[in-house]
């Protein structure tokens, strides 16, 4: 992987510039590294745009390889704040478009900027379980993904993806910068657009939005392996 010293030198430049180097090194990194296989491109077509993409998270690399699989429709990637405040991984963020928010945290201003792209037409990727798993198998998901989906009633398609926790596993430590690429099958599932059940009047809201998650998730978890749906097997 790119180092830090070299990253923060790239990101000196101007910006047309920096774009320009991000995108050929991560195509360099992803062209040598990961040989991806993409199923389900076909439910991409005449879909109800704008949509929100929701996928499981193993890696850093898992937006830059959705990034080249969703080329068509062009999402905007839901990312963390500290990957844009890192010399490395902010050359990731240069690569593709992103909007920020802060995990762990009630982000009102971030929520309020995705609502509003979702509002103006722009379709989004959220990773629901709000980091990446270090089991390599689904978590259980914030209520974030619930807020945005009701709010802008714009329906969702679920991704599943494996192997990107192999193409660049997460440090043990912690240390994004120290992460490197490996040689690994990529394996990206599309699956097919669906919107939220309304509650019914008498469906207690707890129960509603527990029942409503668990669906979300599960229509993730039908597109990985047995041994990825985690929590939601």
């Given at each position: 992987?790119?180092?830090?010293?070299?990253?923060?030198?790239?990101?000196?430049?101007?910006?047309?510039?920096?774009?320009?180097?991000?995108?050929?090194?991560?195509?360099?990194?992803?062209?040598?590294?990961?040989?991806?296989?993409?199923?389900?491109?076909?439910?991409?077509?005449?879909?109800?745009?704008?949509?929100?993409?929701?996928?499981?998270?193993?890696?850093?690399?898992?937006?830059?390889?959705?990034?080249?699989?969703l080329?068509?429709?062009?999402?905007?990637?839901?990312?963390?704040?500290?990957?844009?405040?890192?010399?490395?991984?902010?050359?990731?963020?240069?690569?593709?478009?992103?909007?920020?928010?802060?995990?762990?945290?009630?982000?009102?201003?971030?929520?309020?900027?995705?609502?509003?792209?979702?509002?103006?037409?722009?379709?989004?990727?959220?990773?629901?379980?709000?980091?990446?798993?270090?089991?390599?198998?689904?978590?259980?998901?914030?209520?974030?993904?619930?807020?945005?989906?009701?709010?802008?009633?714009?329906?969702?398609?679920?991704?599943g993806?494996?192997?990107?926790?192999?193409?660049?596993?997460?440090?043990?430590?912690?240390?994004?910068?120290?992460?490197?690429?490996?040689?690994?099958?990529?394996?990206?599932?599309?699956?097919?657009?669906?919107?939220?059940?309304?509650?019914?009047?008498?469906?207690?809201?707890?129960?509603?939005?527990?029942?409503?998650?668990?669906?979300i998730?599960?229509?993730?978890?039908?597109?990985?392996?047995?041994?990825?749906?985690?929590?939601?097997?």
């Open positions: 992987m790119i180092s830090g010293t070299s990253a923060k030198i790239i990101n000196m430049l101007p910006n047309k510039c920096v774009a320009y180097i991000s995108r050929k090194l991560i195509d360099s990194y992803l062209n040598k590294y990961a040989n991806i296989h993409i199923a389900g491109s076909e439910n991409l077509q005449g879909i109800q745009t704008p949509t929100i993409f929701i996928c499981n998270h193993l890696s850093n690399s898992d937006a830059l390889v959705l990034d080249k699989a080329k068509k429709v062009d999402p905007t990637f839901v990312a963390g704040e500290k990957l844009s405040n890192h010399a490395v991984t902010s050359i990731g963020v240069h690569v593709i478009k992103t909007t920020n928010i802060k995990p762990n945290t009630a982000d009102r201003e971030g929520l309020e900027k995705i609502i509003k792209l979702i509002k103006q037409g722009e379709s989004l990727l959220i990773f629901p379980e709000g980091t990446r798993s270090r089991a390599s198998s689904l978590m259980e998901a914030k209520k974030g993904i619930l807020f945005i989906a009701k709010i802008t009633g714009a329906p969702i398609i679920p991704i993806i494996f192997g990107t926790e192999k193409l660049l596993p997460i440090n043990k430590d912690g240390d994004m910068k120290a992460e490197t690429f490996h040689y690994a099958d990529v394996h990206i599932n599309i699956g097919h657009q669906f919107e939220l059940h309304k509650r019914a009047k008498e469906q207690d809201k707890k129960e509603y939005e527990e029942d409503t998650l668990k669906f998730m599960k229509k993730i978890a039908e597109l990985l392996p047995e041994s990825y749906r985690g929590a939601y097997k």
